[in-house]
């Protein structure tokens, strides 16, 4: 099970990023697929989260307005949309799998396998 992570970059803030999680060796429609994030020197925290079905989707309150996931099971990839970025998104963004029995959340003991991490800094 492997999960790759990538998309990350220096934005300015205001502008627009699209992180990119591909999976292999296992059928995404079995697992909730989740986005983390954690800025230095604070706890990881959620940001998105789709069910393998990609039926349902989950936002972290702050960021619901700003963020968008989504899924393309052909090519086996999880995204995460963002716009109008601020500093305070500057963090490294994680991809994360659960499988589906475990529900749809932010609970990080539920999630078994992680990707890298991809780098986001916001700044001018």
């Known amino acids: 099970v492997q999960l790759q992570a990538s998309g990350g970059g220096l934005v300015q803030p205001g502008g627009s990023l699209r992180l990119s999680c591909a999976v292999s060796?296992?059928?995404?429609?079995?697992?909730?697929i989740a986005w983390f994030r954690q800025a230095p020197g604070k706890e990881r925290e959620g940001v998105a989260c789709?069910?393998?079905?990609?039926?349902?989707?989950h936002y972290a309150d702050s960021l619901k307005s700003r963020v968008t996931i989504s899924r393309d099971a052909p090519k086996k990839t999880i995204y995460l949309q963002m716009n109008n970025l601020e500093p305070d998104d500057t963090a490294v963004y994680y991809c994360?799998?659960?499988?589906?029995?475990?529900?749809?959340?932010?609970?990080?003991?539920?999630?078994?396998?992680w990707g890298q991490g991809t780098q986001v800094t916001v700044s001018s």
């Open positions: 060796g296992f059928t995404l429609d079995g697992y909730n």
């Open positions: 789709i069910t393998g079905t990609g039926a349902y989707r």
């Open positions: 994360a799998a659960a499988p589906l029995s475990m529900g749809l959340g932010f609970d990080l003991r539920v999630y078994g396998y």
